[in-house]
Every structure is written in structure tokens, then in C-alpha cells.
């Protein structure tokens, strides 16, 4: 089974250099989409210079203005023709080879198989719990397309693709613990950390909420 590869870009062309080129090493012929997320001209011309670069196997769509990165990565399921996706983020570097023929032999033995990639538990509003939604990281996952539009769209949330995932569990798709650590480096927070999230009054709201929860869970065991 083949697959496509996409990342979201936006106004990091220093971390999309170093996680396009590192790609590229290991990958030489895997489709790549980069949405660049309406960044500005300077920063665009790397996305102009790795297109260049890798002719016939690289394109990029290139959006008037930053929708953010969920709404993105939905764009990106719109364009591609493969049925299986690969997103990785920015900020990480590819170390080896196989993780995706890895993750895409998984795809073919398993038709429910929605979605691979390093698993975690979160709770409803998507921040780490002990117990609660299991879903798959994204800065280096594959899903499953042809599944992906039965679901609700990814979002703009600090989990872009919480409401998606609690769907898929609930139509019991499968998703599959794959170990990427040696494949793929990830520094957290690239565009993040220097952007923010955008969230805006409702990411805040979250936070604060969490928070709380957290420290009354913390006087109360039973709370």
C-alpha cells in the first residue's frame, strides 16, 4: 500500500528545511504535500525551494491566509489521492528509514485500522490523562482517508484531532501503538512555541478548567 506524506507549514522555514530534507533522505520517492498556512513571502520561499528541489514527488498549496494547523491537515485530506496519509510536523527530523512501510503493512493486514502512530490517553479536553481517550499523536501518524471522511473533520484545538478520534472509537475503528522514537525525533512545540496556538478566549477557558480539575482532583481522590 502506498502513501502520501504532508506537513503544515507556517512561517518556521529554518524547522520545514530540516524536516522536509531529512525526509527526503530516507524517502526519496514518497508523495509529499506542503500546506503552507498563509505564511509570509520570505518565509514562503522555502517552500518554493524544496518544491523546486524535489520535482514530481513534492508540491505544495499554498493558502492566502493561516487557517491553523487543524483545519489544515483536514485541507490536506481533500488533495491527496492516497488512502493512506502520513503527517509529520515541522519540528521533527526523520533519523531512519521503514517506519512507514512499518505503519502501511499494519494498514493492509487490518481494514478497520484507522489510524498509527505513537499512542496516548487523553481526557475530553485533550490534555494527558491517566484514563480516558486513547488516540495517536500527530506529529507522526498515518490515518486511514477513505475512513477519515465518515468522521468529523479535524479541528482548531490544541488536539486537532480529538472530536475525530472519540467518532472513530465510537465506530469502532482500530488504531495501532507503532514505537517512532527512532525514526522520527520530535523537538515539541516548533510553530507553538513561537506562534501560540491561536486558540484564543476558549483555549484559555480550557486551560483554566483543566487546571482546576486537577487541583481539586488533587484534595479529593473521589472528585
Request: charged share 25%.
Amino acid at each position: 500500500m502506498t502513501a502520501t506524506a504532508v506537513t503544515v507549514h507556517y512561517q518556521t522555514p529554518e524547522l520545514l528545511r530540516v524536516a522536509v530534507e531529512s525526509f527526503r533522505r530516507y524517502y526519496p520517492a514518497v508523495p509529499l504535500l506542503i500546506i503552507d498556512n498563509g505564511s509570509d513571502e520570505p518565509d514562503k520561499r522555502v517552500v518554493q525551494e524544496l518544491e523546486a528541489k524535489y520535482p514530481n514527488v513534492t508540491r505544495a498549496l499554498y493558502l492566502p491566509e493561516n487557517i491553523f494547523h487543524g483545519p489544515a491537515m483536514h485541507r490536506a485530506m481533500g488533495e491527496v489521492a492516497e488512502d493512506l496519509v502520513f503527517f509529520f510536523d515541522t519540528d521533527t527530523e526523520t533519523l531512519q528509514g521503514g517506519l512507514l512501510a512499518t505503519m502501511a503493512l499494519l494498514f493492509e493486514q487490518d481494514p478497520f485500522l484507522y489510524a498509527a502512530g505513537k499512542k496516548a490517553v487523553v481526557n475530553a479536553r485533550g490534555f494527558h490523562a491517566p484514563e480516558g481517550i486513547e488516540i495517536v499523536k500527530t506529529p507522526s501518524m498515518m490515518i486511514r482517508r477513505s475512513l477519515y471522511h465518515q468522521l468529523p473533520p479535524f479541528e482548531h484545538r490544541g488536539m486537532p484531532t480529538l472530536a475525530n478520534f472519540q467518532v472513530a472509537h465510537r465506530m469502532k475503528y482500530h488504531f495501532a501503538d507503532v514505537s517512532v522514537e527512532s525514526s522520527i525525533r520530535h523537538d515539541g512545540r516548533g510553530t507553538a512555541e513561537k506562534f501560540g496556538y491561536g486558540l484564543g478566549l476558549r483555549g484559555k477557558i480550557e486551560f483554566v478548567v483543566e487546571k482546576l480539575t486537577r487541583v481539586l482532583s488533587s484534595k479529593n481522590p473521589k472528585y
